[in-house]
């Protein structure tokens, strides 16, 4: 049985993140300026974090009174997500076949099985090949869509204490994990599916502790959210200023994580 009343709050702030990430493109592929946004915006690739962490919080909101005990409730969630997925994706697929394909027959049909069966974000390196520059969050969400079922029940049967716990283990993991990878210049870790999969969790873990506050939906939250924002805007800008994770976007994870777990909840 899905949740049905829909929180609008979230709506609107996936529609601002889908803007960021859109100024974020115009800026660096063709060099629009947005005046005192800009230093903000040419790093605004971070909303991506917002997108999982939104992903994860949607769902179990949506899905906290199914049973995934239940093999039928697991197919249908299943079905729902590839019918949601699969087709689109197909669809880009080939038309990037038909029209924008820079590689030989026999690669196309060598690499057919990654790109069929989403796995694209589980080869480092695979943004230049094909359209996997603009699929990998398709990848790295339908990822984190197969093992959903699992986490939920994991989360259900934990302490909130434990939850909190995690919380905390998932902030620090995720904003460790970019100063380790700089520091051993190790492969970027941006598209990785592992550490996506830690801000799906996240939103999982904020969502199952909001269904159960007596409080949630508060209009007086909007001022405090609304604030979180100006003061995000203003961490960021600053630390871009300073030259601190420029273009390194992971790099911004100790804030981003954090913040947009904030806002979310607010």
């Known amino acids: 049985m899905e949740s049905k009343e829909r929180l609008y709050s979230l709506d609107l702030f996936r529609i601002?993140?889908?803007l960021f990430v859109f100024f974020f493109h115009s800026n660096i592929h063709i060099g629009v300026t947005y005046g005192f946004l800009t230093p903000f915006i040419s790093q605004s690739a971070i909303f991506m974090v917002a997108f999982f962490i939104l992903s994860g919080f949607s769902l179990y909101y949506s899905y906290s009174k199914t049973s995934f005990d239940n093999i039928l409730d697991i197919k249908t969630f299943y079905k729902k997500r590839i019918i949601s997925i699969y087709p689109l994706y197909i669809v880009?697929?080939?038309l990037y076949l038909l029209f924008l394909n820079t590689i030989s027959i026999k690669q196309n049909i060598f690499i057919a099985p990654i790109e069929l069966l989403l796995l694209q974000s589980f080869y480092d390196g695979s943004f230049e090949i094909m359209h996997n520059g603009g699929t990998w969050f398709i990848s790295c969400i339908f990822f984190c869509y197969i093992l959903f079922p699992l986490i939920i029940r994991i989360i259900e049967s934990s302490s909130n204490f434990k939850k909190y716990l995690l919380l905390v283990i998932l902030i620090f993991v995720s904003s460790i994990s970019p100063f380790i990878v700089l520091k051993f210049h190790f492969?970027?870790?941006?598209?990785?599916?592992?550490?996506?999969?830690?801000?799906?969790?996240?939103?999982?873990?904020?969502?199952s502790i909001f269904v159960k506050s007596p409080e949630k939906g508060s209009n007086k939250y909007i001022f405090i959210a609304l604030f979180e924002l100006i003061l995000f805007f203003l961490c960021i800008t600053y630390l871009v200023n300073n030259k601190f994770g420029v273009n390194n976007y992971v790099m911004y994870n100790f804030l981003s994580l954090p913040f947009f777990g904030l806002l979310i909840y607010h």
Do not use: K
């Not at 492969?187 to 969502?207: D, H, M």
């Open 16 to 18: 601002l993140c889908a």
């Open 92 to 94: 880009t697929y080939v």
């Open 187 to 207: 492969s970027g870790i941006y598209s990785n599916p592992f550490f996506r999969l830690l801000e799906f969790i996240f939103g999982i873990i904020i969502a």
